[in-house]
């Protein structure tokens, strides 16, 4: 079996060398050209024009014009496959992508509210215990009772 000395980097952040992350890596940077897509999304070239073409996709572009996919454009693309291998237009895919995005933000609105909610909560509880203490300080101070 022959190998190669190129290095095989699954998708994901997680996967990718400690060196390309020290290096300013991020998952938006275009570093795949189309032809190493076809080989890690198993979707041709014409596909992935076409996606481009129908605004599901837009990869940057060389000063030559060498379209460069980003890692969060390769799993778009997989997704833009799985989508279209059940039978989905461009156009219905493009309508779920925007469902899965807005979904995705406000779910995230969601985690945020919580959170606030916690805290607030946490607060509450902390304001009710002081409010506690400075009644049953109150009611020793009015019946001229020591504070011990």
């Known amino acids: 079996m022959p190998t190669s000395d190129a290095p095989s980097w699954p998708s994901g952040r997680a996967a990718r060398p400690a060196a390309a992350r020290a290096a300013g890596w991020h998952p938006e940077q275009g570093v795949y050209v189309i032809s190493v897509v076809t080989q890690l999304t198993g979707v041709e070239a014409h596909k992935l024009r076409a996606y481009e073409r129908a605004g599901l996709i837009r990869p940057q572009r060389s000063a030559g014009g060498i379209r460069h996919y980003s890692d969060t454009e390769v799993q778009l693309v997989r997704r833009i496959a799985e989508l279209t291998s059940q039978g989905i237009t461009l156009a ?3 309508r779920i992508l925007e469902l899965e ?3 995705a933000e406000l779910q995230a609105r969601v985690t ?3 959170a606030r909610v916690t805290k ?3 607060r509450n509880v902390a304001l009710a215990t002081e409010n506690a203490q400075l009644r049953a300080e109150n009611a020793r101070l009015r019946t001229g ?3 011990w």
């Open 92 to 94: 219905g895919v493009r």
């Open 101 to 103: 995005a807005r979904s």
């Open 112 to 114: 945020k509210l919580e």
């Open 120 to 122: 607030l909560e946490a």
């Open 145 to 147: 009772l020591p504070p």
